[in-house]
């Protein structure tokens, strides 16, 4: 503004706010700045509020407003405030977006991934928790639809609905591959098929009144009691099985060897008849799968967990011995 008061013109207003007479020309032909008054010849003149609303508009379109936003908020149909508030959650996710995205190319640079692979780990990384979270809930809701929600397999469906992944805004690579891993997995119709299998099996032996029920709890969901049968209702002790099992495998002990034997009298009762023991073994293999350890450990991963000691291995030991020691009998 000139120190008379007189209008400005196009170009004086441009010298003073620093905004090129294009642009300025622009943002009055679309209303955000109409001229106070137009000389004899048509020229534009603008008055001391034009240079205010001009300072006003140069701000909202540095941090980012759109054209249309910055035309609501001087029509007053949205005040600075809120516009911020839009703005600062869009800034976020597109912050959280870039991050992903960082992720992603920092993974395929410390791999040789293959286009097909890049795509699908920026898909899967850029999706918002909500949406990760919806992944999971509904590979929980096909596998366990229809169980008893008192049966042992229900814990699995439980403990897999509470804990989603919660792929953090500034993921490492480590976490980026394991989500996709992840996803990869509730999405293997195989996979499906068995964690299904272990559910139904939960609810069949929680109805017959069995006693092999604690496997699924305690060594799938590694460690957490999701209220299996004691020790004391069962013909093994899991938290046995895991050390003493460690411990020979360690030491290179074959389940089907003499000192297998040794190990396996230590952990079920050395009466067991043969067919008994096959039993237990069929039972036990009910719930041991590497692949739902796996599903825990990829959560583990994304949710930055400490990680935990696989525990399918050695039941699977266990299994071998009581398959192989019981062919012999008792």
Known sequence: MNDRGEPLTIGQLARRTGVPVRTIRFWSDIGLIPPTERTAGGYRLYDAEAVARLDLIRTLRELGLDLPTVKR???????VAEVARAHVAALDAEIR????????????????????????????????????RQIIDEFVDEVFAD??????????????????????????????????????LVADPDFRRRAREMAVAGADTGTNGTDTDTHDTRTDTHGTDTGANSPEEQPYDPAAVLD???????????????RGREVLDRLVDPNLSADERVRLADQVERFTDRRVERYWQLLGVINGTPPFEPSVPAFEWFIAALRAHGRGGA
Do not use: C, F, K, N
Request: hydrophobic share 45%.
């Open 244 to 258: 003493q099992v460690r411990t020979a495998m360690a030491a290179g002990i074959a389940p089907d060897s003499a």
């Open 147 to 184: 169980t008893d929600p008192e049966a042992p397999g229900a814990a699995i469906a439980d403990r897999m609905r509470r804990l989603p992944p919660e792929l953090p805004d500034d993921p490492t690579a480590e976490q980026v591959d394991a989500w996709m891993e992840l996803a990869e």
């Open 97 to 132: 977006i870039l991050r992903a995205r960082r992720a992603v190319l920092r993974s395929v640079a410390e791999r040789a991934s293959t286009t097909e692979e890049m795509r699908l780990m920026h898909e899967l990384a850029r999706l918002s928790a909500a949406e990760r």
């Open 73 to 79: 908020v001087l029509a007053r149909q949205a005040t």
